[in-house]
Each structure stands twice: as C-alpha cells, then as structure tokens.
C-alpha cells in the first residue's frame, strides 16, 4: 500500500464558520495504480489532492504515506517527504517564466542537494524523454501549452517519485496535446509509478484504471 486515508476530515475556517470540505474520506492506493477522481466543482477534489500531495495537513485523521504516518510530520518533514516521494502536474504548468526548460525540471534537483553536472544530465535526459530534447534552452513562452505541460511532466519525474499527482493535467490543453499527456502518463504508469489524477473530463479519467468520485466532500469508488 502505497496511500492510506484513514477518517481523513478537513474544515476551513470561513469568518466564524468552520465550514466541512473533505468528510470522512477512506481512501487506499496500491503501489502502481492509476487513478482517476472526478466530481463537480467546489467538492473537494484539490482540497483532498493538497492532502495527499503533503501540501496542507487534515483537519483530522490519519494519513499513511509509502509507510511514513505523516499525519503529524512538521513543515521540514512535509516538504522533504514531497520532494523525494512525489511529482505534481497542475492544469496551469507552474513553470518559471525567466528559466530555460533545462532549469525549470533541474530545479527540485539542487533543492535535493544533487551536484550540477548529474542535475543537467538527468534534466536533459527527463526532457528527452517528453520529446523535448531539442528545446532544452527555450523558455515557457517559447512553447505551446502542450510543450510546457511536458516540461512540467519531466521536471514532475525528475526526482524519481513515487506517485505523480496531477490536477486537471489536460485542462488548458487542446485535444491534441492532451492526448499526447495521456500517452505519457501511461507509460509513466507502465513503468510503475503510481498516478492520481484529478479531471472534470470523462474522456480522459477514463484513462485510469480506477475511478473515484468526489461528491460534497465524500468520495465514492467505482
Ligand atoms: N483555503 C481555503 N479556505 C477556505 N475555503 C477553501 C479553501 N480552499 C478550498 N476551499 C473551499 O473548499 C471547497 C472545495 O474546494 P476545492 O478547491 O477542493 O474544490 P474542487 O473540487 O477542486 O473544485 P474545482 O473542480 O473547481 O477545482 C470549496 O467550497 C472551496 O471554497
Ligand atoms: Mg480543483
């Protein structure tokens, strides 16, 4: 098991009101898996992908994480625990508008405290491998929206993590480069790594092999 949610709840604090966004979420991923979680608006989705991804910690609960209880890890743990263990993907790139591709994806590399040389190598052998070994040096807006969320997928595994999560990862793209998204995601997945993603559209959750679904703060399998 490589995700646990156990009782997971999470309340915003609105004013006076604690408002319940995330109620009782029971949610377990084996290592490998790919998921889709689909759901209306408001319901809770990114809200629970901020869970997983260590990003915001739950009202209540418990949260197993590649066997770490993080449920009660501190800022410094958190953040360790996510650059080692996880990838994000997110619908709007989050790329540095003043960095080449090669720097953007090399980033999270020398935050690991890895030495320059092997930080440019294993950029450039990331951004191969999205097609994108002939744009080392462009800049994000030198690229196409489908060309950036590539950029954002190397530098996503470029720490070799164990799951990617990615959060209406074809949301901003055409048909065209949403599939070529797809196509990368599957092969990440056929080499192992375990992917959770959120989408509005059925067409690409169909993608994953398992289904879940966010309504009003429960989800629901299947
Ligand atoms: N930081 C916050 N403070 C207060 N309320 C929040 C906060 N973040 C989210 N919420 C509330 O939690 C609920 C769920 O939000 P969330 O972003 O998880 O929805 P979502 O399912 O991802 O929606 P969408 O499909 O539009 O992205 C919403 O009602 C939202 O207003
Ligand atoms: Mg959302």
Avoid: W
Avoid at 23 to 43: L, Q
Avoid at 60 to 72: F, H, P, T
Avoid at 152 to 175: F, Q, V
Avoid at 214 to 219: A, F, K, W
């Amino acid at each position: 098991m490589i995700l646990q949610m156990q009782h997971i709840y999470k309340n915003y604090l609105q004013g006076e009101m604690d408002v319940p966004v995330l109620k009782d979420i029971n949610f377990s991923v084996d290592e490998g898996e790919y998921i889709a979680i689909t759901g209306p608006s408001g319901s809770g989705k990114t809200t629970m992908m901020n869970l997983i991804g260590c990003l915001d910690v739950a009202t209540k609960g418990k949260m197993i994480l590649d066997g770490e209880d993080v449920s009660a890890y501190t800022d410094n743990q958190l953040s360790d625990l996510r650059l080692h263990k996880l990838g994000f993907v997110f619908q709007n790139f989050e790329l540095l508008g003043s960095m080449s591709a090669m720097k953007n994806v090399s980033m999270p590399l020398m935050y690991a405290g890895v030495e320059k040389a092997e930080r440019e190598q294993r950029a450039k052998e990331a951004l191969e491998r999205v097609g994108l070994g002939e744009r080392l040096a462009f800049r994000p807006n030198q690229l196409s929206g489908g060309q950036k969320q590539r950029v954002a997928i190397a530098r996503a595994i470029i720490n070799r993590p164990r799951i990617l999560l990615a959060d209406e990862p074809t949301g901003a793209l055409d048909s065209a480069s949403g599939k070529a998204v797809m196509d990368l995601f599957q092969a990440l997945n056929d080499e192992g790594i375990t992917i959770i993603m959120i989408t509005h559209d059925a067409q690409i959750a169909a993608h994953a092999k398992r289904q879940a679904k966010m309504l009003d703060g429960v989800l629901e399998e299947g």
